[in-house]
């Protein structure tokens, strides 16, 4: 048996498969990002999922690629810890943006860009990728992502840059008692996924004028820091993953044209993509 697992800070996708590249089933589990969960609260969203513990024995390979895998430390925590439950696995973990890579271009060359509850981007040469910087996480970066959307709604509401009916509407959808926002940032667990919740907001009136404008600016940022550095031309395939990028592909394209790129594809969720990959491998 094999597991493959796609692991965004909001939830990752499970696909088990046998030897005979048939599927065995398929489920969600909560995030498992090793940056930002605890080594308990990781150990136990795993563990708490049936369908896993139930095969843990058979499993013989786990590709896991997850956020905040992107550097050495938090990667060993998370790989440790599958390894005592999947004791009989070989496990790999890399970074979700690896995940992306093959979930989009496969081999070819590519900008391919992570829009969802974080952010990120790189190069992919056709063998390696290269990345413009390593991700200081939702804090410091995560540029047009969930969490970044989220801050700045959040921001805009309580600085009353927020139009007066738009506000109303966010107020009435949302728990805006400010120590209730501090515990849920300081305190509680995932608090980038948090901040992500609000950006749901936006799919419901991406077409208030505010709104747009919130989001244009969130991309145009992303493309200045993360996609125009690599100098690629119009002819370089620019992909992107994630839900932000999904169900805003209109805005997106028309932020990628203003920076004379051509939008090539959005997925949504590359689970199935990084499917095929594998099988083609075994």
């Not at 150990?43 to 956020?67: Q, S, T, W």
């Not at 981007?121 to 540029?143: A, H, R, T």
């Not at 395939?237 to 790129?261: C, H, K, M, Q």
């Amino acid at each position: 048996m094999i597991l493959i697992a796609d692991g965004g800070s909001t939830k990752v996708d499970w696909i088990a498969i046998n030897k005979n590249k048939e599927e065995e089933f398929r489920i969600q589990t909560l995030g498992l990002n090793p940056a930002v969960v605890s080594k308990q609260e990781l150990h136990n969203r795993i563990i708490n999922m049936f369908e896993l513990i139930n095969i843990k024995d058979a499993v013989k390979e786990i590709h896991f690629y997850g956020a905040g895998c992107g550097t050495p430390k938090p990667t060993a925590v998370l790989q440790l810890i599958l390894e005592k439950i999947f004791v009989n696995a070989k496990v790999y973990v890399a970074e979700d943006m690896l995940a992306a890579v093959y979930a989009a271009s496969g081999k070819k060359p590519a900008v391919v860009c992570i829009l969802g509850t974080g952010s990120n981007s790189c190069y992919f040469d056709g063998k390696n990728m290269q990345m413009l910087v390593p991700s200081l996480g939702y804090i410091l970066m995560d540029e047009a992502s969930g969490n970044y959307f989220g801050k700045k709604l959040i921001v805009d509401y309580y600085y009353n840059k927020m139009p007066k009916g738009i506000a109303l509407e966010f107020a009435n959808q949302f728990n805006l008692d400010a120590d209730y926002i501090k515990r849920n940032i300081y305190k509680e667990v995932n608090p980038n996924m948090y901040l992500a919740s609000f950006a749901k907001f936006m799919f419901d009136y991406k077409d208030d004028k505010y709104i747009k404008k919130v989001i244009k600016k969130g991309f145009q940022k992303f493309f200045k820091y993360r996609v125009l550095p690599f100098g690629v031309s119009k002819d370089t395939p620019v992909y992107f993953i994630g839900s932000i990028a999904y169900y805003f592909r209109d805005i997106l394209e028309e932020i990628s044209n203003t920076n004379n790129l051509e939008l090539t594809d959005v997925i949504q969720r590359p689970i199935d993509n990084l499917l095929a990959y594998h099988k083609n491998k075994m």
